[in-house]
């Protein structure tokens, strides 16, 4: 009988997921606490925040995001910290900037981007940063880093993924800059920025201090990320001996396809949508038929592991451990994804949000499988103001 407590719970990690929890300047209230704590007292030994943003200009739309912006910020976050070791778990926080992914009519700030190419979802044209900016938001993540570090956080993860500003500068399709943050016609990729982001957390936080990194291996936009640009990625990653890779899919522009779900929860989507939401009856109607006729159409259906293949692939280009998240929802796909070695560990999201004591249960059941139904309520629940939380727990 496999042990799952012994041989694999230090492999499982709680992907980042947005919380909803903390105040209009990013403090992370006791919600946000409890969850944490919760969490990590149900056996969860590798924690990665939400993403948490790393200056105002980079704020997301979604209500309750947190921000380490700020020193003052550090003992407010000392106290999550403190109550995940008291359990010998670990805990990382992941720093964002959402560049383009944002709207200036949510966050009051205008949007900046890698280059100035408009965000059709988020129907927002950036400004384009120019490089010293750019090099001012790089002294942005590594000055959150080092706050991160302060508060007592076990490492940082770069968020890479999800059309993120860093994503942006690395994907071809969206950077179509021509000064030395454009696209290296060598790799393919605009690997810079990263290059220069993980280089500055280190020289402030010290050469040991984890960085781990997230990226999407491919997506959905008109010109995919390819296999190529993939596998420069990971290359450039290796290089780097970044402390661990985690490796996704798509971005923001059509935020289902990352998740995965069978179904598009409409109506959550009509009351909370950021782009989409709306109480006129007339135009509920009308919304919920475009949905079921346009995003459905573009809807990639669930699959169980659905990322693993990526993960097979950047496993042959790096000896870095490789985190494979996406669709693990059984003891039998975590124990056989690791064991196997087409990863090193996995990381899980919504499985944790609908059981926060899924660890318990997989260890009184190593072929446990999750309850959680990927209906994606809980996707659909971060632009809403109330917390992230489970379709089975509203
Ligand atoms: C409610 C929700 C919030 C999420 N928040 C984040 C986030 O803050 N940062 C991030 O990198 N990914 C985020 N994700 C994506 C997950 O980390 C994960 O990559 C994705 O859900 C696939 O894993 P799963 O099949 O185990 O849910 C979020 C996903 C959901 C459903």
């Known amino acids: 009988m496999i042990n799952i407590e012994k041989e694999i719970s230090d492999h499982i990690f709680r992907s980042a997921t947005f919380e909803g929890m903390a105040d209009n300047k990013g403090f992370p209230s006791e919600d946000y606490l409890q969850l944490y704590k919760k969490l990590a007292s149900n056996g969860v030994k590798n924690i990665i925040t939400g993403f ?10 979604h209500p309750g995001q947190a921000g380490i912006d700020s020193p003052e910020k550090v003992p407010y ?60 938001i790089i002294n942005s993540f590594a000055d959150s880093a080092f706050y991160a570090k302060n508060a007592g956080f076990d490492g940082v993860q770069l968020h890479a993924a999800h059309g993120y500003l860093i994503h942006q500068f690395i ?7 021509k000064d030395e943050y ?19 957390v280190r020289s402030r936080c010290g050469q ?20 190529n640009n993939f596998i420069s990625l990971i290359k450039v990653l290796d290089e780097l001996k970044v402390s661990s890779i985690e490796i996704s899919f798509g971005t923001m522009e059509n935020a289902l396809n990352i998740f995965r779900g069978n179904s598009v929860p409409a109506d959550a989507v009509l009351d909370y949508n950021f782009r989409y939401g709306t109480k006129s009856i007339i135009k509920r109607n009308i919304t ?7 995003l459905k159409k573009d809807l990639i259906q669930f699959s169980n592991t659905y990322n693993l293949k990526y993960a097979v692939t950047a496993k042959k280009h ?19 994804a690791i064991t196997s070695g087409s ?44 917390s992230t939380k489970c379709c089975k727990h509203k």
């Open 208 to 227: 040991d201090y984890p960085v781990l990194v997230k990226i999407s291996a491919s997506d959905d936009l008109p010109v995919k990320f390819s296999e």
């Open 288 to 294: 919920k038929f475009a949905i079921m006729l346009f």
């Open 182 to 200: 454009g696209i290296d016609p060598g790799t393919g990729i605009g690997d810079r920025f990263l290059r220069q982001t993980v280089e500055a």
């Open 318 to 336: 790096t000896h870095i451990p490789v985190i494979s998240v996406g669709g693990f929802r059984n003891g039998h796909d975590i124990y056989g």
């Open 52 to 61: 948490t943003y790393v200056s105002e200009n980079g704020k997301a739309v």
């Open 77 to 136: 976050f000392r106290k999550i910290t403190d109550a995940v070791h008291e359990y010998e778990a670990r805990i990382y926080m992941q720093l964002a900037h959402a560049g383009r992914q944002t709207s200036e009519r949510v966050t009051g700030h205008p949007v900046v981007g890698a280059s100035n190419k408009r965000s059709s979802y988020f129907q927002s044209t950036p400004k384009e940063l120019t490089a010293s900016e750019a090099g001012d």
């Open 343 to 386: 990863c090193d560990h996995v990381s899980l999201c919504r499985p944790f949000i609908c059981e926060p004591d899924f660890m318990i249960r997989l260890k009184n059941d190593p072929e446990y499988i999750s309850e959680c139904s990927n209906c994606n309520y809980c996707a659909v629940m971060c632009d809403s103001p109330f």
């Open 171 to 177: 994907h071809p399709y969206i950077n179509d800059r």
